[in-house]
């Protein structure tokens, strides 16, 4: 499977968060309809902060994959510690 093919298998973004009576839904708008991506439970206190990050994930993947293809042009060869750090961001993103 390529590295396309698995960019391609999370719920697109952008994703936002409702809280409903004893959880959050993390969820995307189609055209017609809701899609639910995860729910969390109201356990603890960072519990709208962890579905907060969550509902950011396509987004924040995305903003990295931009920041390092403007960094690689504007720069040649960005600092190798920060260009492996956001190519392994964008790879856990996609599960490789």
Known sequence: ????????????GPWNVERQH?????????DDEWTVVCETLLAASEDEANARLIASAPTLEAVNK????????????????SRKRAQMAIAKARGV
């Open 66 to 81: 931009e920041l390092l293809q403007a960094l690689e042009v504007l720069l040649f060869e960005p600092s190798s510690e």
């Open 22 to 30: 004893d959880f959050f839904s993390i969820r995307r708008q189609g």
């Open 1 to 12: 499977m390529s590295t396309e093919e698995k960019a391609a298998q999370h719920t697109p």
